[in-house]
């Protein structure tokens, strides 16, 4: 089946720093990612849709200059968390979609990066 | 913005009971997917739904699309410990390309 890579799985900071996740499609392309961040026992907030080779669409209230979306091919997309506080400090997870607008589309997710901002 | 509302959002049963998880929405969604999480993991894949009225059944979970596609709901069947999770539905809103998650539930079952 299809796997989607993400990485870290965790990474602690020092707050100022900034961190890159990447997420990755092993077998298969992806045109849209997307980003999630979650918090304890809540749900899955999108921060953003990433499409490769254009600009993400961030979500009402994500500050795009402080997570940077980068979706330089159909099968990676980074988020850069710029000069990170510990209000920062979350569980981001990425996913990515196969067979767009098909009958079959289906979404896979990465494992999640825990991020502890000191 | 999470167009889709979960009920409850916190559920701790006996083991062998029976639980229903409601997802509403105000929106049509072309599809909705039901995910269970485990904590520091990603969602899995329980199951699609994609037409309306559909209803399908995974062991002793059943799934239900509303007739409208702006429902759905979970029903699980003499729940067991293994069920423990955090349950979240999710679609792809039928005007745009975003996909968004329901508010979860979080489920407990006790031996």
């Known amino acids: 089946g299809a796997v989607v890579s993400q990485h870290p799985s965790r990474v602690i900071c020092k707050s100022g720093t900034s961190v890159k996740i990447e997420c990755r499609s092993l077998?298969?392309?992806?045109?849209?990612m997307f980003w999630y961040r979650q918090f304890p026992k809540k749900s899955l907030m999108l921060m953003a849709t990433?499409?490769?080779?254009?600009?993400?669409?961030?979500e009402q209230g994500v500050e795009k200059d402080k997570f940077l979306i980068n979706h330089a091919s159909l099968t990676l997309s980074t988020l850069t968390v710029t000069s990170a506080h510990p209000e920062d400090s979350s569980f981001y997870i990425c996913?990515?979609?196969?067979?767009?607008?098909?009958?079959?589309?289906?979404?896979?997710f990465g494992s999640g990066t825990q991020l502890s901002v000191l | 913005t999470q167009l889709l509302e979960q009920s409850p959002q916190f559920l701790s049963i006996q083991e062998g009971e029976n639980l229903t998880v409601y997802c509403n929405s105000s929106s049509v969604f072309s599809s909705l997917q039901w995910y269970r999480q485990e904590p520091g993991e990603g969602p899995v894949l329980l199951v699609t739904v994609v037409t309306g009225g559909e209803v399908k059944k995974l062991k002793r979970l059943t799934f239900q699309f509303g007739d409208a596609r702006k429902d759905s709901s979970l029903h699980i069947t003499a729940a067991q410990p293994g069920d423990t999770g955090l349950y979240l539905c999710a679609g792809v809103h039928s005007t745009g390309n975003q996909f968004y998650f329901g508010t979860g539930t979080s489920l407990t079952v006790i031996p």
């Open positions: 996913s990515a979609m196969s067979d767009r607008g098909k009958p079959n589309e289906k979404l896979f």
């Open positions: 990433s499409n490769e080779g254009s600009k993400a669409t961030y």
């Open positions: 077998d298969f392309q992806a045109t849209t």
